[in-house]
């Protein structure tokens, strides 16, 4: 049969064939218009960059140089090849077809490629069963590069930060301040008043040196009660100074109070909503990113929010302001005077910049430093009994020297640096006072229209001057990290959860507990399924055993029965109904999942046993436990079952976590339930109550058990061999046993090493 | 002798019974003697195990066991198996210097397909924007810009003094020692790469 060619209508951007290989199809015998697929690689078998042209047609696969010459030795005629794969190598990959049982590299390519060629893998596969094929599928936009301007995105489909308005982002920010946004307004027109009263101490100088401190001025018959008149003005103007001084003061302390105050309140929101918001996206999301990234994001990034409200409040914004209200009162002072100062401010601006650019990153080098001398002590300490047993305390100290000294090292830098640069600026700072002494001097001592009080009144001011200038510099920089920081919040609050429940998703009340798998497929990356074609029917109340080696999918199965992904093709089924239109609380509330590691919570043994069902009454968590034999051990805490479990529950061993764990399935009373290898990890003493503790949960519930131990698995009414994604073997023990199959060998192995352990 | 008591102290375990129990379990070493590597149908490595195993693997590869602290002793020698379509060990070469010189230009054209790195020997710009950093530099394959999330597990520990950098498609860009980049060059790398 033909396969048939779609076009397909989407996001695509079809590179069409460069003429030079279009010639040299024709001299290989091969009509342009019979080609149906093709994509072009970035490297040639060697490993050297250059463009080759992977060129299929429905009878063969051609690899041909875009320079047009001749077409490499791995062509190949498509009914020759049992399967077409990709081989990743390091730094690259092969599209390799299988011919003669031998992997032959049909064309190299590197990562930035991958995901390109995987869609040719999934279509050259799909023409080699004879099913219709579309270039577009291979061409499809990538879902990680922005369409628009190529920027790899944070995560898949989300908003490019290039090309998202940084403008609109300011926008979006103040829209989501809106609730504060009248004590944001406050605290802006506090920030103003501030200004006004910072203004004030040098202007009351200029008045106390020019006509209260003025020498000579008055005659001599005056001169008594002139003095008495000047000492009222010397208390007058010393009182608005004091005034001044310490509404500026108050002034600080109520801004620095709301700042605090609406800061803490924003980023509260904002983590509550991020939190909210990222608790809905799947299991998949919680893969790509990893929990540090998360972290940083709920936690670290919101925190961008309150130094947005401290820059309102007395940062960059309040420095803007104060130079141009400085510079306008400086050159309405005197503008020639005003204009020395300008001399300096290429220095001050020179400096600075120097600094963030040279001086300033070398303080996350420090930082970096210094974190590595703890981790490595806490790794050293953590492990001094391996230290001491292995005798490599002098290995460890070498370690921890060459840390300490990389510190030291990166720290006699920073600190000779900053000694070296501070003295620099306070020059440059000084220079600018001095040229003001030096020109305002003469113009006092000439008389040409300063006056001492105005020369003292610009000094007072020019030292208010270059300080909010210098940290102007950096403005930019904090602009970018707080439009960065913003930018990633809205990320995660702009990306819909991966697996939104149905608009008409039904409610689940009452589950008998049949499950039924129909061809299902899935792989985490779509190009590389996991689970292939996969058909299986539990009955209610059966229990079935699921056993495969290390990564052969069988932990994948039970997160596609949980809903934890969505499966890519066939179906799903519980009592009848795909999963995909149940509301995936009911579901959840229906399966019970006792896994390797139990993970436990810090909180009471009780909180824990109930967490499932926080209205659990203390008999029913009492008669959990002891169901799940748990109960003896929690007795023998000295605070039983109010006792505290620390991080992931320390404070037990792994059996005692792992009863704990079945208790709280128990109390769930699921009808489905699934043990994910929940005795491997325990002692054989431990193991024993444990499968006590299971047999009890298992009964009249639909059971799916993972094992590793196949000893547990002989009295299942079924048991699946699982094998690279695929069911290998199913039935009960004794009739894959009669198959000498894969279960068959399991077995014999594990009953040899049983064997051997019992001799030694 | 033990200089306390004046007797001969007992003797240590021979090291070499610990080595040879661990050659028994251990990996198996291929020598010219016992090991024939050729290119074979489609160009293929193929690998010939001679004596009582006897056997002939096609479309082997190459994967180097050291790759930094002794990137051309060690090599292990590996195939699919299309059957259970699993990734096998035939044997590892300790010393690839003592076979032929064609069984070396093989082996050595394996590894060349294993390992794609660029190695970069001049950092010309950095610019960080988006939380990205815009790298243009001069590698062995040419000049080349790429760019990579500006984060710790993106620029990774290459022996002591080296690094290798993945852009965000995940390909590799190593610098074997930092410190031996021109000193303006390194002066910019670390400063964004300070770990």
């Not at chain 1, 499966?567 to 390797?596: A, F, T, Y």
């Not at chain 1, 499968?691 to 000893?711: D, K």
């Not at chain 2, 990734?87 to 394996?110: C, M, N, P, Y």
């Amino acid at each position: 049969m033909s396969p048939e060619i779609k076009a397909e209508s989407g996001s695509v951007n079809v590179q069409p064939l460069p003429d030079t290989v279009r010639s040299r199809l024709v001299q290989e015998g091969v009509r342009p218009e019979n080609v149906c697929l093709w994509a072009e690689s970035d490297l040639d078998l060697s490993g050297v960059p250059a463009w080759v042209w992977v060129v299929v047609t429905r009878d063969r696969v051609l690899a041909i140089p875009a320079n047009g010459e001749q077409a490499t030795d791995n062509s190949f005629e498509i009914q020759k090849v049992s399967r077409f794969k990709i081989r990743s190598t390091i730094g690259s990959a092969f599209l390799q077809a299988l011919v003669e049982g031998l992997p032959v590299d049909v064309a190299r390519f590197s990562n930035a490629r991958r995901e390109r060629f995987s869609r040719l893998l999934e279509q050259l596969e799909r023409l080699r069963q004879g099913e219709s094929v579309s270039v577009d599928r291979v061409y499809e936009n990538s879902e990680l590069l922005c369409e628009k301007c190529g920027l790899p995105l944070p995560a898949p489909k989300a908003p490019c930060p290039r090309c998202i308005k940084q403008g609109a982002v300011f926008v979006r920010t103040l829209k989501m301040l809106r609730r504060y946004l009248v004590w944001v307004v406050i605290l802006f027109a506090l920030m103003l008043l501030g200004i006004a009263l910072d203004m004030m101490p040098p202007f009351l100088t200029k008045i106390l040196v020019d006509d209260v401190l003025k020498v000579g001025a008055q005659p001599v018959a005056d001169v008594q009660g002139a003095l008495a008149d000047r000492k009222q003005e010397l208390l007058l103007v010393v009182l608005c100074l004091v005034g001044a001084t310490l509404a500026r003061n108050v002034l600080n302390m109520i801004i620095g109070r709301m700042s605090s105050t609406v800061g803490t309140s924003i980023t509260f929101d904002i983590r509550c909503k991020l939190f909210d918001r990222v608790q809905q996206f799947s299991i998949d999301y919680y893969d790509r990113h990893p929990v540090g990234n998360l972290l940083q994001r709920v936690h670290g990034d919101a925190e961008a929010f309150h130094s947005f409200v401290n820059q309102v409040a007395g940062g960059y914004l309040l420095n803007v302001l104060r130079v141009i209200a400085i510079g306008i009162v400086l050159f309405s002072m005197n503008w020639r005077l005003a204009s020395f100062i300008l001399l300096p401010i290429p220095l001050v601006i020179l400096g600075t910049a120097i600094y963030w650019k040279r001086i300033y990153p070398r303080y996350y080098k420090l930082s970096d430093s210094s974190s590595k001398v703890y981790s490595t002590l806490n790794a050293i300490f953590s492990g001094i009994r391996l230290v001491k047993a292995f005798s490599q305390e002098k290995k460890e100290r070498d370690r921890f020297v060459k840390n300490i000294d990389y510190y030291r090292g990166t720290h006699m830098w920073v600190q000779k640096s900053v000694s070296t640069f501070s003295p620099i600026m306070a020059f440059i700072f000084s220079l600018g006072g001095l040229i003001v002494w030096y020109a305002g001097g003469q113009l006092v001592l000439e008389n040409r229209g300063v006056t001492l009080g105005t020369l003292m009144a610009f000094l007072a001011y020019l030292s208010m001057f270059y300080g909010p200038l210098q940290s102007l510099t950096d403005m930019s920089n904090w602009l970018s990290g707080f439009l960065a920081a913003s930018q990633r919040v809205f990320d995660i609050l702009d990306t819909p959860p991966a697996m939104e429940d149905q608009p008409d998703a039904k409610p689940l009340d009452r589950v008998t507990g049949s499950i039924e798998l129909d061809r299902v497929t899935f792989g985490y990356d779509p190009y590389n399924p996991v689970i292939k074609d996969v058909s299986m029917r539990i009955d209610p109340g059966q229990m079935i055993g699921i056993v495969g080696k290390s990564g052969s999918g069988k932990s994948t199965l039970i997160n596609l029965i949980c809903r934890f992904y969505d499966i890519q093709k066939g179906s799903v089924r519980i009592d009848g109904r795909d999963v995909r239109e149940l509301r995936r609380q009911d579901l959840r509330r229906h399966i019970g999942l006792v896994l390797q590691e139990p993970f436990l919570f810090r909180a009471s043994i009780a909180e824990n046993i109930a967490y499932g069902r926080p209205d659990a009454t203390p008999q029913e968590i009492l008669d959990a436990a002891k169901a799940a034999y748990a109960h003896d051990f929690i007795m023998r805490q000295p605070l039983g079952y109010d006792t505290q479990l620390g991080e992931r529950g320390a404070g037990l061993s792994g059996g005692e976590r792992q009863r704990v764990s079945i208790a709280r399935a128990l109390l769930c009373n699921p009808a489905i339930l699934i043990l994910d290898e929940a005795t491997s990890s325990v002692d054989t003493e431990s193991e024993q109550e444990i499968q006590r503790a299971l047999a009890v949960l298992c009964r009249g519930r639909t059971t799916i058990a993972i094992a590793h131990r196949l000893s547990t698995l002989k009295g299942a009414d079924r048991i699946y061999v699982i094998d690279d994604g695929r069911v290998a073997e199913f039935g009960s023990h004794g009739e894959l046993m009669d198959q000498k199959g894969i279960y068959y060998k399991l077995v014999k192995i594990q009953t040899e090493l049983a064997r051997l352990e019992d001799k030694v | 002798m033990s200089a306390s008591d004046g007797k001969p102290e007992a003797a240590a375990t021979p090291s070499l019974s610990a080595a040879a129990i661990l050659r028994q379990v251990g990996v198996t070493y291929l020598t010219p003697d016992s090991t024939e590597i050729y290119k074979g149908t489609f160009s293929l490595m193929h690998v010939a195990i001679r004596g009582p195993e006897s056997n002939l693997f096609r479309g082997v590869f190459a994967v180097r066991a050291f790759p930094v602290s002794q990137p051309n002793r060690f090599i292990s020698l590996r195939y699919v198996d299309v059957l259970d379509n699993k990734e096998h060990e035939i044997g590892v070469i300790e010393d690839l210097s003592v076979f032929s010189t064609e069984a070396q230009k093989v082996v050595r054209d394996a590894l060349r397909k294993q390992y794609y790195e660029a190695e970069i020997t001049r950092i010309l710009a950095i610019r960080w924007q988006f939380n990205l950093l815009f790298f243009e530099v001069e590698t062995t394959l040419g000049r080349q810009e790429f760019m990579m999330r500006w984060s710790y597990d993106r620029a990774q520990s290459f022996g002591d003094d080296g690094k290798v950098l993945l852009d965000v498609f995940e390909n590799r860009y190593v610098i074997p020692d930092v410190s031996k980049l021109p000193q303006a060059d390194s002066e910019t790398f670390q400063r964004y790469i300070y770990w």
